[in-house]
């Protein structure tokens, strides 16, 4: 498994379903290198990361380098979190959102 950093997995159109069906639960954030909003959420998913070590996988997936997943998901707006459970979809939030909020939404899927 590739990392963007020390608890960041990269997510790819070749990985997507081997990372997904794993027993934690998984956030993947959805972002492309050009959009700020993007930008602007990259520390907190890096602090979620480090909290949710060993309890939850915390991953990322360029847009601009993966088509399929992105199209599988409808994605149309960036950044676009999922957390996946099992396999399946089980929340998403669509923009910007804090590090509160994503750490409650990954805390009802624990």
Known sequence: ??????NIVKVTDANFEEIIKGDKPVLIDFYADWCMPC?????????IADDFKGKAVICKVNI????????KFGIKSIPTLIIFKDGEPVDKVVGFANKFRLSEMLERHM
């Open 1 to 6: 498994m590739e990392k963007i950093n020390s």
């Open 39 to 47: 930008k602007m959420l990259a520390p907190f998913i890096s602090e």
């Open 64 to 71: 601009d380098e993966n088509a399929e997943i992105t199209d």
